[in-house]
């Protein structure tokens, strides 16, 4: 078995309605590349059908794993656990909610390979209504404010994460809003 390089990991919470166009979409773009990757879905204590579909979908793929938590704890708690099982040397976590493109997995991982430890998505064509792009802007410009890294998009999930620097995290709460 060849050694996987990145791991995609997937927290999902009720995403029955996203799943099938989330596969087909990492399908597209990464999965029948060749690239030595995984997908891990976290399930995390969906009541709408989300993890059967799950199972669907990784009984007809071997680079998809599988992980049930027993109730809903929360993203943050689902990423952990996901990473916790993830065997490549690079993290990215994706939203199930279809906001990231899976074609821009390579961009980052590009930029990884030039020498960065942690590279930032960001969603520029967001699917949010008015108010929730407004008050994320606000919490951005705080954020970026307290912090002093200037991101676009500080809520943005889709980044990528050399695995020591992942490791290195203490994930709790809802830290994962500003990883």
């Given at each position: ?7 995609i990991?997937?927290?999902?919470y009720n ?8 596969y ?9 590349r060749?690239?030595?990757?995984e997908?891990?879905f ?9 993890f059967e579909?799950i199972?669907?979908i990784a009984a007809?793929?071997?680079a998809?794993k ?5 109730r ?8 952990q ?27 980052l991982?590009q930029k990884?390979q030039e ?5 930032s998505?960001?969603?520029k064509?967001?699917?949010?209504g ?8 606000v ?6 404010r307290?912090s002093?890294?200037q991101l ?9 994460y050399?695995?020591?620097t ?6 709790y709460?809802e830290?994962?809003r500003v990883?």
């Amino acid at each position: 078995m060849a050694t996987i390089v990145y791991s995609i990991v997937i927290p999902a919470y009720n995403e029955a309605d996203n799943l099938a166009a989330l596969y087909r979409s990492l399908q597209d773009k990464l999965l029948s590349r060749g690239d030595a990757c995984e997908v891990v879905f976290v399930d995390d204590g969906s009541t709408d059908g989300s993890f059967e579909i799950i199972k669907g979908i990784a009984a007809k793929d071997s680079a998809i794993k599988i992980i049930r938590l027993r109730r809903n704890y929360g993203q943050t708690a689902a990423l952990q656990a996901g990473v916790s099982k993830a065997a490549g040397g690079i993290i990215i976590p994706l939203d199930a909610d279809l906001q990231n493109d899976p074609a821009d997995i390579p961009a980052l991982i590009q930029k990884l390979q030039e020498g960065f430890d942690v590279v930032s998505g960001w969603r520029k064509a967001r699917k949010d209504g008015f108010v929730r792009v407004a008050l994320s802007r606000v919490a951005n410009a705080i954020i970026s404010r307290i912090s002093g890294l200037q991101l676009h998009d500080h809520g943005c999930s889709l980044k990528a994460y050399r695995r020591e620097t992942f490791q290195e995290l203490r994930l709790y709460g809802e830290v994962h809003r500003v990883l």
